[in-house]
């Protein structure tokens, strides 16, 4: 075997190995310190190893890897940001007693959300996202309040909906097919002519929809965010919503178009954009507003994966990856930076606020910024109709909540007593507040086909600056209000979700009935089998 088909496979397995010597209680008392390294594999991959695939394991039982150009972007991204939070991690639960056990839903869930990033079968695809959906349950009520069950209750009834819709979908696909366990790209290439192709697509789309918190499938994100501890909430908003994303590029059939499909999956992206920005400024709480901004932005992303499959333009992939990973160093650098300035007093906080502050903004697009080079390499597709005034609109609405996420930590942190954060905590938010600036420069002239001096332009700048102008406009006009802060409670139509609790019990019962399809697909019934002890394994393991 090659050395690049050795450092893929130790994407997924590294960690997992790792959690796997978590039954050592005495492994499991310094599995902290394994956090920052877990995730390093990945970063050689994304850096080193070429576009390709490897096949591992005889059939049926086949573990095919995919790496592609929207894949290792992805991948990047994720891991330098599992490994920085890993890091934050070490340093900020050192003392607390449960952090083994946090510990290892930590691996589970970084196992399946790097795994998927590169997987390229249909059966360890499945696996890996139900992996990761259910082991970030464990980050989610990491704490033990109230608000944590809450969330945590939430969180994983809308993760099995979301399994139940991805299975139907993966069931129907693979129907038929010669191979118990197909390629992705096999199933896919065939979909467009498939009789279920439409029932396919729609389960796809909402399965992977919950898992993006696209409206109104987004309630867990506002509360699962506030509620784990940060770095959880780094990547849970950083890296775990990146699974629908990653899930809707490997199965839309982008080469052969969907007209109908694209403009609905874009229109819901649009009404997600715009209602996260809406619902955020009227949030109290500075990780509530940033949970509404990843909605937002989530949005975004759907726009764009919409056009593309709606002008069957497979670049839409390339891009959307772009801007996935602009946002993954952002909000993560974000999320950690709210536990950096809770820390932080005097002379430091002066210097903090100021690089939050332009951080918070590129998701605006501010000049000079990774926002800025996402919006413009991404301008091309979206550049007809009313879908460009909708998004640079969008975009005005991001610098709104924006403002108001700086206002609230300014207000929060106003009272800190002098002092400076700890080194280990500081150094990892560091590292991921430059990389959202190198990286994606470093990117952007591959992504793109353009060179980064056309950028630099006055024109260009001005098409960046005056949307940012308009959103602190707008947002110190809505100010005069202060009566809509808290207006909307965190979670917003979750009322209407408990209402409907009976409902989703039903649901819940029916999703038993799946299991007569998967005993039509033996390799996925053994694999969720496994997947069950693993999980279970997790529950029992005490600090």
């Known amino acids: 075997m090659s050395i690049a088909g050795v450092l893929l496979a130790a994407v997924p397995l590294f960690p997992f190995f790792l959690a796997a010597c978590c039954l050592s209680a005495r492994f499991r008392a310094r599995a902290l310190a394994f956090l920052v390294i877990a995730p390093l594999p990945a970063v050689a991959v994304a850096a080193f190893v070429p576009e390709g695939r ?26 330098l940001l599992w490994s920085a939070a890993g890091a934050y991690a070490a340093s900020s639960m050192a003392r607390d007693p449960a952090a083994p056990r946090f510990a290892v839903w930590w691996l589970l869930t970084l196992t399946g959300s790097l795994g998927l990033f590169i997987v390229g079968d249909v059966v360890n695809f499945y696996l890996l996202f139900t992996l990761a959906s259910l082991a970030a349950y464990g980050l989610i009520i990491h704490e033990q309040t109230t608000p944590a069950h809450r969330a ?21 696909l693979a129907a038929g097919h010669p191979d118990a366990n197909p390629q992705i790209g096999s199933v896919v290439s065939q979909l467009a002519a498939s009789p279920m192709r439409d029932g396919v697509l729609i389960f796809f789309i909402l399965g992977f929809a919950l898992k993006m918190g696209l409206v109104p499938l987004h309630i867990w994100l506002p509360l699962a965010h506030p509620a784990a501890p940060t770095p959880a909430s780094a990547v849970l908003s950083g890296v775990l919503v990146k699974a629908g994303v990653i899930g809707l590029i490997r199965f839309l059939p982008f080469e052969a178009g969907m007209p109908f499909f694209g403009p609905v999956l874009a229109g819901g992206g649009i009404v997600t954009a715009y209602y996260g920005v809406l619902v955020g400024i009227t949030q109290r709480r500075a990780k509530t ?13 759907a726009v764009l994966l919409g056009v593309g ?25 974000l999320f950690l930076g709210v536990g950096i300035l809770a ?35 991404t301008k091309p597709m979206l550049d007809y109709s009313w879908l460009a ?20 930590i300014r207000r929060d942190s106003a009272g800190n007593p002098i002092q400076s ?12 507040a430059v990389a959202s600036f190198i990286i994606p420069w470093s990117l952007y002239p591959a992504v793109s086909g353009e060179a980064v001096s056309s950028l630099l332009q006055p024109e260009a700048l001005w098409k960046v600056t005056w949307p940012l102008l308009l959103g602190v406009l707008a947002m110190l006009l809505v100010q005069r209000w202060p009566g809509r802060i808290g207006a909307i409670p965190e979670g917003d139509i979750i009322v209407l979700a408990q209402v409907g609790g ?27 089998t496994a997947l069950a002890v693993l999980l279970g394994g997790a529950l029992m393991l005490r600090s």
């Open 389 to 408: 005034t909708a998004t640079t609109l969008a975009g005005a609405g991001s610098t709104m909540l924006m403002v108001h996420f700086l206002l609230t």
């Open 309 to 333: 499959l709606d002008t069957a333009d497979p670049a839409a992939t390339h891009l959307t990856a772009y801007y996935a990973v602009h946002h993954s160093f952002v909000k993560g650098a």
């Open 421 to 432: 954060p700890p080194l280990g905590q500081f150094v990892p938010w560091l590292i991921v």
């Open 289 to 301: 507003i940033l949970a509404y901004s990843t909605v937002s932005q989530m949005g975004l992303l």
């Open 152 to 172: 945590g209750v939430v969180y994983v009834v809308l993760a099995l909906l979301a399994e139940a819709f991805l299975l139907i979908a993966l069931v129907m």
């Open 54 to 79: 490897f096949a591992f394991f005889p059939a049926p039982f086949r573990l095919m890897l995919v790496l592609d150009q929207p894949g290792a972007i992805l991948l990047g991204g994720a891991a």
């Open 343 to 377: 820390a932080t007093g005097g002379r430091r906080l002066s210097l903090v606020l100021p690089l939050m502050a332009v951080l918070a903004l590129s998701l605006g697009g501010m000049p000079l910024t990774s926002g800025m080079l996402a919006k413009f390499a």
């Open 502 to 528: 009976p409902l989703l019990r039903k649901v819940s019962d029916r999703i038993g009935e799946i299991d007569t399809n998967l005993r039509r697909w033996p390799v996925a019934g053994l694999g969720l």
